[in-house]
């Protein structure tokens, strides 16, 4: 089955693995009742791996680039709501953590493919 080039890039790779925990917690927050921050959450996690694929498929780099810009972006906002469930008493301490310096190791990974874009 033929593939599409996104699906061999690292970062989109490991933005579907964040994603995978993250859609994890936001069940969590459904099953509690708190459908707002599920919501939002998974409109978030899904945004990375998304700009990502469809930057791949771009005409040119400075599209890709500008999608690659967007996926960073929402590396950021998924960070932010994770502290904020953290604050909340939403997600534990050690799986806030993790998960920041997961996103934030994306997020470089994610800039540094850009860098290498014409």
């Known amino acids: 089955m033929a593939k599409f080039r996104f699906e061999d890039f ?36 899904l945004s990375v791996s998304n700009n990502i694929a469809e930057g791949s498929g771009s005409g040119s780099d400075k599209d890709f680039k500008n999608f690659l810009n967007i996926a960073r ?24 953590d993790e998960l920041v310096e997961r996103l934030r190791v994306l997020y470089a990974k994610i800039s540094a493919f850009a860098n290498t874009l014409g």
């Open 73 to 96: 972006r929402s590396a950021y906002e998924n960070a932010n709501i994770v502290l904020f469930l953290a604050r909340r008493g939403a997600l534990e301490r050690a799986k806030r």
């Open 10 to 45: 690292e970062i989109w790779q490991e933005s579907c693995a964040i994603g995978d925990e993250l859609d994890e917690i936001a069940e969590e927050l459904e099953r509690r009742g708190k459908r707002r921050y599920s919501e939002q959450l998974r409109g978030a996690l």
